[in-house]
């Protein structure tokens, strides 16, 4: 039912939310949810092998309140290219896709991955650089709204510090945002392990 504001207009009030259901695989994730991908379905992998910059893997898991992975998740990823530019500027790598989509499959003992390359740093709104990082947006059953949250690197520990938009996180909660990197791969793989309550809590933004 709408309402009449003070200057004449109408105020529709907010939709109820709901949570992603079972279209978060069937429209989203299609080979998750057995069924044929697209020729133009938005996978994990988010830069051709042409892409300027370094190769690496993401791995992680979403992890709930009593420390159980979460099923049925779909991680949205977004990042600027090599030199720090994201896809909707001229100047972007055009091998590199900028966005990708990860939904741990039966087999995944439900780690999401990505394959990508380390992102460029980015200007903060003050002018100065940000560190380079990843923006991930998580979709799940259970989550009415998605939670949208940064990940960056700790061998970027230099630019970590720096980062105008990190360093306005409270010291005890930044690690919750540092993806570690790990050994043994053919390329730099580094794990980001997201808990969405607990004392561990990953920091979650309002974008």
Same mark, same amino acid.
């Given at each position: ?62 992890? /709930?309140?009593?420390? /159980? ?7 949205? +990823?977004?990042? +600027? ?58 979709? +799940? ?19 970590? +510090? ?23 791969? /053919? ?21």
């Amino acid at each position: 039912m709408t309402q009449p504001t003070e200057d004449g207009g109408l105020m529709y009030p907010e939709s109820p939310s709901q949570t992603a259901g079972p279209y978060v695989h069937i429209g989203l994730a299609l080979e998750v949810a057995g069924l044929p991908p697209r020729d133009d379905e938005i996978g994990p992998e988010i830069a051709t092998p042409d892409a300027e910059g370094e190769p690496v893997e993401i791995v992680g898991r979403v992890i /709930d309140g009593n420390g /159980d992975t979460v099923e049925g998740i779909l991680v949205e +990823a977004w990042q +600027a290219d090599a030199n720090g530019v994201y896809q909707t500027d001229y100047r972007a790598d055009r091998a590199f896709r900028g966005f990708g989509r990860s939904a741990p499959g039966e087999h995944d003992a439900g780690e999401w991955s990505l394959h990508t390359i380390k992102p460029g740093r980015v200007p903060h709104p003050n002018g100065d650089a940000m560190a380079p990082h990843i923006n991930l947006m998580l979709f +799940a059953r259970g989550i009415n709204i998605h939670l949208n949250t940064r990940l960056y690197f700790d061998d970027e520990a230099d630019a970590n +510090a720096a980062c105008p938009f990190l360093t306005r996180v409270p010291p005890s909660r930044r690690d919750t945002l540092i993806a570690t990197r790990e050994n043994g791969s /053919d390329k730099p793989r580094y794990r980001f392990e997201i808990h969405l309550q607990g004392p561990q809590e990953t920091v979650f933004f309002d974008f």
